[in-house]
């Protein structure tokens, strides 16, 4: 069989106070085009469907039209895990009617082991789990690790296996030989622990995971990453996002690249090239920017002038730090008002414009200062 292997939505996530649903929903059509041209058998999520535990409503609602959309409009069984984004109790309710419709979701760890038969396929969906579920499950308190987790867990899996057919494991965990990103599940791991040794995993055919959001984490012909569809940090700007498309018999696996929607694009130059007009032009503005200035001192309403060719700044920083800030403290404070030399202060510092609240507060405390010095 024929099967798109996904995960990592993350449905709901903002990106530096960018609300990405929009993006999101733009993102899963180019998923369901390619599940239609590539006639899949079936679609494999492996986790991290939202971005929350107690995600919004605007993100159920979005969820719930896609995977309707999947499953209902395009006929496609659909076979999905919880994730540690994911509240496995919230997001597992109705799971009981789903199958009905070939909707197979897993947020339960004793449900893992009752496989999924789909045309040559047996699929064994598996999602995140802590230790002590596995302790509880065996009767076991003597399983201190994940591997030995592991080793448990894929031993009864194969007393389930069927010998006609090929088997899948759909997983959410950090595989050993993997590599984490910046901002991209860095400091998660199953049961707070170390990483699945890969040789454990060696008896299925094909090994869907989720959990790190890049695709080329982990370099095994047989288990592999989906990755997030989107670029949902800045550490993700250089990935290249897309889906699997696997045949299990004869075995065979196929990248196919996601164009994304608006960009993250990480620019380091001075003041002048990155607000030089035709340097401008190369990007477009709805796209996403973290600055990184070369200059190093001081630039007056820095944030809304750049703003005003990247608008959707994300960060802003500066690469070599800055010069004698006492030298510019003495330039700068005759032709600057305390105010607006605390709000570029801040930009500078922080990134971002202060907000109405913050400014408010600013502004209090400069009056009282004022009256102090009187």
């Not at 058998?41 to 039209?65: C, H, N």
């Not at 999947?70 to 659909?78: A, G, R, T, Y």
């Not at 401008?280 to 001192?297: C, F, G, M, Q, V």
């Amino acid at each position: 069989m024929r099967f798109l292997h996904t995960g990592d939505w993350h449905i709901g996530k903002n990106l530096a106070g960018y609300n990405l649903l929009a993006d999101q929903h733009a993102t899963f059509q180019e998923i369901r085009k390619i599940a239609q041209d590539k006639q899949v058998d079936a679609v494999v999520i492996a986790g991290d469907l939202y971005d929350r535990t107690i995600p919004g409503e605007a993100a159920i609602q979005e969820l719930t039209k896609e995977l309707a959309t999947l499953n209902i409009k395009e006929h496609l069984p659909v076979l999905a895990i919880s994730g540690n984004h994911d509240s496995a109790t919230r997001l597992g309710i109705g799971h009981q009617w789903f199958v009905n419709n070939d909707f197979y979701l897993n947020t339960n760890f004793s449900d893992a082991f009752h496989p999924i038969n789909i045309k040559d396929t047996q699929f064994f969906l598996l999602p995140f789990f802590g230790l002590q579920e596995v302790r509880n499950y065996f009767a076991d308190d003597h399983i201190q690790n994940i591997n030995t987790a592991m080793q448990k867990i894929v031993t009864q899996m194969k007393e389930s296996f069927d010998p006609q057919s090929q088997h899948v494991l759909v997983a959410h965990f950090f595989a050993a030989g993997s590599k984490r990103t910046a901002e991209s599940e860095t400091m998660i791991e199953v049961g707070g622990l170390s990483a699945v040794n890969t040789d454990i995993l060696k008896d299925f055919e094909y090994v869907a995971l989720g959990h790190l959001h890049n695709k080329n984490a982990l370099h095994e012909e047989r288990v592999r990453y989906s990755g997030s569809p989107m670029k949902l940090s800045v550490s993700e700007a250089p990935m290249e996002k897309g889906v699997w498309i696997v045949d299990t018999d004869p075995f065979e696996i196929q990248w196919v690249p996601l164009k994304p929607v608006h960009d993250i694009h990480v620019l380091e130059d001075s003041m002048d090239t990155l607000t030089n007009e035709q340097f401008a032009k190369n990007y477009a503005k709805d796209d996403y920017y973290a600055i990184k200035l070369t200059d190093r001192e001081i630039i007056p309403d820095v944030m809304n002038r750049l703003r005003q060719y990247y608008p959707q700044i994300l960060s802003l920083s500066r690469k070599y730090g800055f010069s004698d800030p006492k030298r510019h403290q003495q330039s700068t404070k005759t032709q600057l008002s305390p105010d607006k030399l605390f709000e570029d202060f801040f930009q500078q510092t922080i990134g971002t414009e202060m907000s109405a609240e913050q400014e408010k507060i600013m502004r209090k405390t400069l009056e009282e200062v004022m009256k102090e010095n009187d």
